[in-house]
């Protein structure tokens, strides 16, 4: 199980103690199953504890920075005032919002006049979003990206110092059993190496309804050649905020290496079952040289197979950015 590796973690080293409480006749294969469990568990969340290295070190505060908000207002959540607080005391160049319908894009009206820019996109399927800075637009995009009703956010901006860069807005479905796994796996390579095609910086931030090490988001991040901020500092779980025990990070924040990081933090409850996320970023990829390390390369045959599902899966779609 994917999602809830922390606590099972946690739960085999408990039972790892209780087997010296038990019969010798039981406690060899209970400890022996324990261990193995508590084993494999640590190995695939080490990579998101402060004991791992990390790939993305904080660069210094400077006045090109940039102030970033993404969050799951959860559709039925009614306390707008905690979100419009949020806004005004953060004041962020970016604001991502997921879950927004139209009482939630209404209602979000007075802490949005002030940008320039603002895109609505209302649902009533937990789906809709709002994009909102008041950075220099280049363009914008809605995009399905083969799913409709699941709207990817798709900005192209510039920062203070007038240099190019993307931000993405992702919120994808969370994952079915027995759906197919081959569409599944293309559309993942498709949405990865679509938001990294124009070679410029990227951020891309949102709720990927898994954990940073499921492995949907590793395969996302290893095809784009992203870097994850949790990795070597902490999972920073972000979902469930209404259970203290329950909770998983399945809010990301994925850079390119040409992004330099000076702060990522988890904001506070909004009345939503998931934390907003919270980051400040600089456009400069010398700086960012100097603080994050390159991503792994994929391999030759790794390379041709996504590319073959990305032309496949692309062409299967209308999009008149797939080359920008």
Known sequence: MAFPRLQILAAAGFVVI??????????????????????????????????ASKE????????????????NVLMANRDHDAVLSLIRRESPDIIFLMETDQIWVDALGPALDGYETVLAKPQDNHYGFVFATGLPV????????????????YAALKDRRDRSFRFVGFHPAPPVPGQDTDTRDAKTAYAA????????????????????????????KKIGGYLD????????????????????PIDQLYLTPDIALVDYSRGEKIGSDHFPMLATVRIDPAVAAEFNI?????????????EQMVEAYGATLELDIRER
Not at 43 to 50: D, I
Not at 294 to 306: F, H, K, M, Q
Request: proline share 12%; with cysteine.
């Open 18 to 51: 209780l087997c010296f409480f038990l019969a010798p006749v039981l406690r060899t294969p209970m400890l022996v199953t324990a261990l193995a469990c508590f084993g494999f568990q640590a190995w695939q969340v080490f990579p998101y504890t402060p004991l």
């Open 193 to 220: 190496r679509f938001a990294r095609k124009s070679g410029v910086p990227v951020v891309i931030m949102g709720d990927f309804n898994q954990p940073a090490w499921s492995h949907f988001a590793q395969k996302f």
């Open 229 to 248: 901020p949790r990795v070597g500092r902490g999972p920073l779980p972000s979902f469930d905020a209404t259970h203290p025990i329950l909770r998983l």
């Open 294 to 306: 390159d991503p792994p390369e994929l391999s030759p045959e790794e390379a041709a197979e996504v």
């Open 56 to 71: 993305i070190q904080l660069a210094p505060a400077s006045d090109d920075q940039l102030r970033l908000i993404a969050a």
């Open 138 to 153: 280049v363009e914008t995009h809605i995009l399905d990206l083969g799913d409709v009703d699941k709207p990817t956010l």
